[in-house]
């Protein structure tokens, strides 16, 4: 099953810093790493994704450089920011607060 976009369309900016926090990378691997640890059941479209770099980049949260060498082409990786960081800690604790009201508003008896 696909999770909806509109469940975690919100969240595009808090998912790609807190990728960022583990490393550097590039547009391509963010995009697969989110298929992956999510079992394919999200993937950002490719507008979205880079959309958002434009956006978190113009915030002071990331920035981007030019890398790659050899027989590969050149890609654009984005590091994280002092800034993006305090901005993806304040965006995971919204989340965390978020999960926890909606698991109390979901929550429901089970009728046998």
Known sequence: MSIAGDLIRGHTDAIILARLLR?????????KTISTLSSGRFELKEATLYTAFKRLEELGY???????SGAGARRRY???????????????????????????LLEV???L
């Open 23 to 31: 490393g550097d990378s590039y547009g391509y691997e963010i995009n």
């Open 109 to 111: 008896e089970e009728r």
């Open 62 to 68: 990331i920035a981007s450089y030019w890398g790659g």
């Open 78 to 104: 984005y590091t994280i920011t002092a800034l993006g960081k305090e901005a993806c800690f304040r965006l995971l604790a919204e989340w965390n607060e978020t999960k926890d009201i909606m698991d109390k």
